[in-house]
């Protein structure tokens, strides 16, 4: 006889739209008859070997669509990555419940998770029904269009990177924003869809995609001041030289060398500080500004993509279904089938469980500092609708007087 | 016989409001009758010395619209703060183009550089009307009940601790943003508005109008960390010593200065990373995270309160009536009238050129690290409506079965 009882959890770090993936699992749920009672796991994996569940089912229809509005995982996440001994532990509880079922929202870290788990599930002959839903602003899910929590995020880059491009422009120097993405560029990439006219930054955008070399930054921060007169930099935190090593590390060094005392890599402003003073070294560029965008591009409330909180809520209802009518254990995953819609499709866990996509070659372009057509087509229908736009003066000078 | 010609300018940092206040000047002046030209400088009055003008006579009600939705400043800005020499210099091509209005939107240095002007046209016995209209995201013009900008700037703050809040609940340790604001705290203090629930952060909030001591602070870091399991942080970039040294100056000796003596303290991570550093080493905390909020504060597109953009735009529309109805130069200053509305007044111009007003002893706790319920109230009708809201999932714990 079944328990008629299944289990979700978020793992990884939290983004805009997690808790619409939350409820879609709940509310749909909550729909089959067969279910019992819907528990929540505190804190990710941490919450299911502590045995610290709430219980879904008695929670309002009515907060559970307030709390798909609001960001950040609401159950709690943890940063823990299982190994098989966790694994184990995980199945002996859902074992000791009843579980019959259990959704696991993360990325591919979660997705590894749940493969092991389930494998776990296969060798007691335990019949677990496991179901991974993909979540991450890095976008770096493979076997999907894209993933959950990455619009909203790249919304907020965009955004940000439009408000700097016309601050820039009204005080004119450099200015450098650091994007969250240690081997996925995607996000920091977003940053191309802040722009409108010809001359608006970001004017160079450096991805984990590409080698890093510092003596062709400069020169291409020098070429574009030289021109414009500003310039306005996107530069990814996965930066990395030739032989993999991230820049800021080598930064740091030649900082020491400089008498600057010991600089700390562990502090987020560094990267950003760092790449500033040498363009104000080496190019003797007064006005140079750098910012990290930190956890407020993945936090902040009030910036979401519809298409993005639609879209999460949908993979998770697609989940509750595949686990009900489905007969195998999968990771959801979003394939797009128009311009612009999606469909969704079970993949098998294997095919997605700590496998990392990177940007396509035909996403960025040939000088490695700019996106394509193709990559500005792709994202922008996910930043769904209302983004704001900039305008400007027209041009229309007056004569001078004392000086013609 | 009068020349109909205006002149208006924006000075300092951009606002997400800036260009509403300049569209005001506009619009308002082709309103009347006897306005044949108005002119705008490019960056500040920098512009106004090279005679670097637009006629925004010629450009259309429609595109000035659109301008006024779009943050930062339109004609672009300038850091440059005029002496003696310089305001001569811009009276002598105000005298050149029969300049008969000159406005000038900007914080207190902009005033007092109008207050300059008007004297040397006022020695010269040239009729000139010349009107500040405030501006200025750190709310600390005298004689104002606040300036517009701030609460556009204030709602960011509030979002962003808002969202870094619902973070560090769902992985918790120590968060810690540091914002702009160098002599006074209403910006920091805003992120106090981002709290719903009382367990909610900011827990902790260091303004520069209070002595900034390190012991205190760790100890007050290790108590909230104790009590909660957490904490979040809101720290003013002003924050400084007894001595009246900045905290952040401690850290790095080689500080840029800008033309007004300030020290730079935005456009670097370094105040953030000094004190996540502390935590870290002295209170033995492991995941402990800052952020230095920078530029996106002030410039982040599509983040703006309806009533800062009204407001903006009516001390325009006031600027002109009082300067075309109005028998003497003078600062556009906003009173509140009710709760809530706000009437507009001219104040001297000696009453608010190169003053500073900071936050009220009645806004701050006693503690020193929260502000108050008059500090909310003052607040909360400022940041416009729309604002985000958060909620939770109540408690239903499932007991444990393995061990109960």
């Known amino acids: 006889m079944s328990s008629g009882k299944i289990l979700v959890a978020q793992g990884g770090g939290p983004t805009a739209v997690i808790n619409q993936s939350l409820v879609g699992v709940v509310l749909e749920a909550r729909r089959h008859p067969a279910v019992r009672r819907v528990y929540g796991a505190r804190h990710g994996v941490r919450g299911i070997v502590d045995e610290d569940f709430v219980d879904l089912t008695q929670e309002t229809s009515h907060n559970l669509e307030l709390v ?107 200015y450098l924003g650091v994007v969250m993405g240690r081997h996925a ?38 070429a574009t001041y ?23 590390a080598q930064l740091a060094k030649d900082l020491e060398r400089d ?42 409330v009030g910036c979401v993509s519809d298409v993005d909180a639609r879209e999460a809520r949908e993979v998770g209802e697609k989940a509750v279904q595949y686990a009900m009518w489905g007969s195998r254990n999968g990771s959801v995953a979003i394939r797009r089938s128009g311009f612009y819609s999606v469909d969704y499709e079970l993949q098998p866990l294997e095919a997605v469980a700590a496998k990392t996509r990177v940007m396509d070659d035909a996403f960025i372009a040939p000088s490695g500092t700019d996106v394509t057509d ?3 087509l792709y994202l922008r229908p996910l930043l769904g609708s209302g983004m704001p736009d900039a305008f400007r003066l027209r041009p229309n000078p007056v004569p001078r007087v004392l000086r013609p």
Chains 1, 2 share one sequence.
Do not use: W
């Open 68 to 174: 798909a509005g609001t960001p950040a995982s609401a159950l709690g996440s943890t940063r823990d990555k299982p190994d098989l001994k966790y694994c184990q532990a995980i199945f002996e509880v859902l074992r000791a419940h009843e579980i019959e079922h259990f959704f696991y929202i993360g990325g591919n870290d979660s997705a590894d998770t749940v493969r092991i788990v389930a494998d776990e599930a296969a060798a007691a002959g335990y019949p677990l029904r496991a179901i991974h839903i993909p979540k991450t602003i890095d976008n770096d899910l493979v076997g999907n269009d894209h993933t959950p929590g990455f619009p909203s995020a790249a919304r907020f880059v965009a955004q940000a990177f439009a408000g700097a491009n016309l601050d820039n422009a009204a005080l004119p120097g450099v």
């Open 185 to 222: 560029g995607f996000l920091t990439a977003a940053s191309a869809l802040g722009k409108k006219f010809a001359d608006d930054g970001p004017h160079l955008i450096y991805l984990p995609e590409r080698t890093f070399e510092l003596p062709r930054f400069l020169a291409d921060v020098k």
């Open 226 to 248: 030289e021109r414009l007169g500003r310039c306005v930099i996107a530069v990814s935190e996965g930066i990395h030289d030739g032989g993999g090593a991230p820049i800021a």
């Open 259 to 300: 008498a600057h005392g010991n600089v700390q890599l562990s502090g987020s402003g560094a990267l950003a500080d760092l790449l500033c003073e040498e363009i104000k070294r080496n190019l003797k560029i007064k006005r140079v500004r750098g910012d990290t965008f930190g956890y407020l591009q993945r936090s902040f």
């Open 374 to 376: 193709a990559f500005r």
